[in-house]
């Protein structure tokens, strides 16, 4: 995978403070943009088997820099309107739902851990 963790992290940055898609984020960094067009397939797919998934169950065992990879096609869905997001609090896990799930159908069942 890409091995530059700071970079792909200030990229995140980047997407989160504008309103540029990943990919254009990424137009410098051909590498990137492929992984995540990977991760973007790979979130279509499970996502057309299952309305709702969770983002620390799918990418939770990756390596840090594989998970903000994941983050970013997660951004790219979202800017798309393919997906709804939900997150219950700051830090609590991230809640994906493809874009025709009805809002009562991202409930959330807040517990501390």
Known sequence: MIDDESRILALVEEVL???L??????RE???LIAAVR???ERFRSVL??????DFDQEVGSLPRVDQAVAFLALLELR????IQLQQAAPF???RIAR????EGGLEWNVRSA
């Open 17 to 19: 403070g504008s309103d």
């Open 21 to 26: 898609t990943p990919e254009e984020a990424c």
């Open 29 to 31: 960094c051909p590498e």
């Open 38 to 40: 990977d991760r973007l």
């Open 48 to 53: 057309r088997r299952r309305r709702v998934i």
């Open 79 to 82: 800017k798309s309107g393919e």
């Open 92 to 94: 609590a896990p991230i």
């Open 99 to 102: 874009a025709d799930v009805e």
